[in-house]
C-alpha cells in the first residue's frame, strides 16, 4: 500500500485496481451524490474505464498530486476519497491546486474531511510548492462549505457553472473558497 498522507484518523494512499468496489459503492449512495450527479449513481464501467484510469495515470504524471484513497484507520475501511491537484484547464499550474473530497454517508459529521482537508493544504504549502488552493460546490451544500471553513478557506465568489446534471439548489448558483499560502496560519 502506497500511503501518501497519514493524520491522526486516516489514510491517505493512492488508488489501486482493487479499489472499484469501493468507488462504486461510494458514488451508488443517491446521498453522497446530491450535490454532484443530483443523486444519480456513477456506472460501474465509467469508474473502470474512466475513473479509476485517470487517478492511475495522474499519480504518474504529477508527483504528489492525484486522487487518494482515505482510509479509517480504526477499522482499515475505505470512507472515500480526497483530490488535490492542478484545476482541469490548468494540468501544468502546481502552483494553484483544487482541494475536493467525497465521504460515505457513515464518515459524515464525525470531522474527517475536515481533517483530511486541513492536512492536504499543510502538505501543499510546506512540501509540494503551493501558492493557492482553492475549493468549489453548489452554494446550497453547506455541509460541504462549512468544511472548506473549517479547514481555513475563505469564501472568495458565487458564480453559475453548466452542469450535465439537475441539482437541487443549483439555480443559486456555485461558490469558490480559497486560501494563499500567505494567508495560512500553519505558515
Known sequence: MHVF?????????????????????????????????????????????????????FYERFEGFGCWAAVEKSTSEFIGWFHFWPPA??????????????????????GYA???????????????????????TVAVNHASRRVMEKSGLRYVRTFHADWPYKIEGDEEGDVEYALLRSEWAGG
Not at 486516516?10 to 449512495?29: C, H, I, Q, S
Not at 475536515?114 to 468549489?136: D, H, M, N, Q, Y
Open 114 to 136: 475536515t481533517e483530511g482537508s486541513r492536512a492536504l493544504i499543510e502538505k501543499g504549502f510546506e512540501e509540494l510548492g503551493v501558492k493557492r488552493v482553492v475549493a468549489f
Open 5 to 57: 498522507l497519514e493524520t491522526q484518523r486516516l489514510l491517505l494512499r493512492r488508488f489501486t485496481e482493487d479499489d472499484v468496489d469501493g468507488l462504486v459503492e461510494l458514488d451508488a449512495d443517491p446521498n453522497v451524490m446530491r450535490y454532484v450527479t443530483g443523486g444519480l449513481a456513477t456506472s460501474r464501467e465509467r469508474i473502470e474505464r474512466e475513473i479509476l484510469p485517470a487517478y492511475l495515470w
Open 89 to 110: 484547464e490548468e494540468l501544468d499550474k502546481l502552483d494553484e491546486v483544487e482541494l475536493g473530497y467525497r465521504l460515505r454517508a457513515s464518515a459524515w459529521g464525525k
